[in-house]
């Protein structure tokens, strides 16, 4: 159980930074909405507050753009955490072997099968996004951090598991 806390803990923290970003990158929208012109055509469409709908179709955990931003992320990094581990595997029992399409597809459906059972089954990840939105702050503020490394971490040792890859390891230079 541990283990899937932890998990949507990533998933959380890469909303947070999602929907971090949309406020960033959308504050000209967010402008643009609070013009009178603007809010009287929403009027006119039966929309009162335009900024609550835009809030909605950016910050929602359950339908917005941030949250499909950041499950696509967490997929990727399954994908990447598979496809890393093989080229290791691969690379110490120096297989001379190449990666084809049907490879590819197998980490994709691994990634998605994983992601499904841990996070997105049965809407688990809403459950665990309310009990992460009670944290304090400082935990908050560490868990970010924790998946900062932990994404880096799994780039850079996808980017360093090629030459472990088609190299090998050559253990008397150690």
């Known amino acids: 159980?541990?283990?899937?806390?932890?998990?949507?803990?990533?998933?959380?923290?890469l909303f947070r930074f999602q929907i971090c970003m949309r406020r960033i990158l959308c504050y000209p929208l967010w402008k643009i909405t609070n013009m009178k012109c603007v809010q009287n055509l929403y009027k006119k469409r039966g929309v009162s507050?335009?900024?609550?709908?835009?809030l909605d179709?950016?910050?929602s955990p359950e339908t917005s753009i941030s949250s499909m931003y950041a499950e696509g992320h967490y997929i990727v990094l399954f994908f990447l955490?598979?496809?890393?581990?093989t080229n290791v595997f691969l690379g110490l029992l120096q297989n001379e072997s190449h990666f084809s399409l049907v490879h590819f597809v197998l980490f994709s459906a691994m990634a998605f099968c994983v992601t499904y059972f841990i996070s997105f089954r049965k809407d688990k990840y809403l459950?665990?996004?309310k009990e992460f939105n009670k944290l304090p702050k400082r935990?908050?503020?560490?868990?970010?951090?924790?998946t900062f490394f932990i994404t880096v971490?799994?780039?850079?040792?996808?980017?360093v598991s090629f030459p472990i890859r088609y190299q090998g390891?050559?253990?008397?230079?150690?």
């Open 153 to 159: 971490l799994v780039w850079v040792s996808t980017i």
């Open 49 to 54: 507050n335009p900024n609550e709908v835009l």
């Open 57 to 59: 179709a950016l910050e």
């Open 139 to 146: 935990e908050k503020r560490r868990s970010a951090w924790m």
């Open 1 to 13: 159980m541990k283990t899937v806390r932890f998990f949507n803990l990533i998933l959380w923290n």
């Open 127 to 129: 459950r665990y996004y």
């Open 169 to 174: 390891l050559d253990w008397t230079k150690w």
């Open 81 to 85: 955490l598979f496809f890393c581990l």
